[in-house]
């Protein structure tokens, strides 16, 4: 079956540490997202991608790194300088940009991974 | 800037019908996307509206005024399965923004 597989599901770190969330999808789509999952608020975009090594800063990047050297995979460094890491965070893929050429990308969304940092 | 307003929680007895306002100040549109999301899981898409107008699929149904900045959701025979978070998105260029959510409980 096809999908996101989102990696640790939960996952604890000391103040202080730098913590890689994996994401890696097999639907064959070009665009993927991190988002972040706060309690009373929207999901907010960390940062997108388009297409294999090019990616975006999407609204609250500070704090935060990715990477795309494959098609299939789209990890995400929360680091020390973020200031409030403790979230859930949600990775999505689509055909293309939500929006684009094309019209409806529909997201298709990991199952996420909740980070606590004590 | 995105603006995107939906109600934080409703309730509603099984069998019965909910309807989910989502009100949106964006600063472009290119579509609104409503999605279903249970408690610690993934968000699985819904509906997705671009005209005005309803489109139904199921027991769900989505509504949506451009002019108004105004969309809905109609959920009908209410299943206790039904109680779950409903999120309302715009598609603004590339970027879709997100409301809170409304969370939805379905009593027996």
């Known amino acids: 079956d096809g999908g996101i597989t989102q990696s640790p599901k939960y996952l604890f770190r000391k103040e202080g540490q730098n913590v890689t969330l994996s994401c890696e999808q097999n639907?064959?789509?070009?665009?993927m997202y991190w988002y972040r999952q706060d309690p009373g608020q929207g999901l907010r975009l960390i940062y997108y991608s388009q297409i294999v090594n090019d990616f975006q800063k999407g609204d609250i990047a500070e704090g935060y790194s990715v990477s795309r050297e494959k098609k299939e995979s789209f990890p995400l460094t929360v680091t020390s300088a973020q200031k409030n890491p403790t979230a859930f965070y949600l990775c999505?893929?689509?055909?293309?940009?939500?929006?684009?050429?094309?019209?409806?990308?529909?997201?298709?969304f990991g199952a996420g991974s909740r980070l606590t940092v004590l | 800037g995105q603006n995107i307003d939906q109600p934080t929680e409703m309730t509603a007895t099984e069998g019965a019908i909910v309807q989910i306002n989502c009100t949106y100040q964006?600063?472009?549109?290119?579509?609104l996307f409503w999605y279903q999301q249970h408690a610690g899981e993934a968000p699985t898409f819904l509906s997705y509206n671009v005209l005005d107008g309803l489109e139904e699929k199921g027991r769900f149904s989505s509504f949506l005024s451009r002019s108004k900045g105004y969309s809905y959701l109609l959920l009908k025979e209410l299943q206790m399965k039904d109680s779950a978070s409903y999120l309302c998105?715009?598609?603004?260029?590339?970027?879709?923004?997100f409301g809170a959510g409304t969370t939805v409980t379905v009593r027996a």
């Open positions: 639907l064959n789509h070009d665009a």
């Open positions: 999505a893929s689509s055909i293309s940009l939500a929006g684009g050429p094309g019209g409806a990308n529909v997201l298709t």
């Open positions: 998105a715009v598609i603004n260029d590339y970027k879709l923004s």
């Open positions: 964006t600063s472009g549109f290119n579509g």
